[in-house]
């Protein structure tokens, strides 16, 4: 083990490595554990986003419109006596619809 400090990563900004530098060895070990469970959180983010957009591509139905996102479902909305199809989708705090056919009576 050397004697010198260690030298910090040329990309670490300087607020952080004055912060370590300045922090206690007890500190610096919460610190590490911290950081190792955030890169494992941030990587399993990044693998299930990656995953899901995968998902969305292969499980995108052949009638699906271009403007509509592959996690619509489809709903029959009821109109003046009349059954439509509608692709419906939530957009943030807004549910979001999208007319596709009428409901056939044969059905």
């Known amino acids: 083990m050397s004697y010198e400090p260690p030298t910090p990563p040329a990309n670490l900004p300087t607020e952080i490595v004055n912060t370590l530098n300045d922090s206690t060895p007890e500190q610096l070990r919460d610190i590490a554990t911290y950081a190792e469970a955030l890169v494992e959180h941030k990587d399993r983010e990044a693998r299930l ?13 052949d009638d699906l419109p271009d ?3 592959a996690k619509a479902t489809i709903t029959i909305k009821e109109i003046n006596d009349n059954r439509y ?22 059905e």
Do not use: C, F, L, M
């Open 67 to 69: 403007d509509v996102p």
């Open 49 to 61: 986003e990656e995953s899901a957009d995968q998902e969305e591509v292969e499980e995108r139905p």
């Open 85 to 106: 199809y509608y692709w419906q989708w939530r957009d943030g705090n807004r549910v979001k619809s999208k007319y596709k056919s009428p409901v056939n009576p044969a």
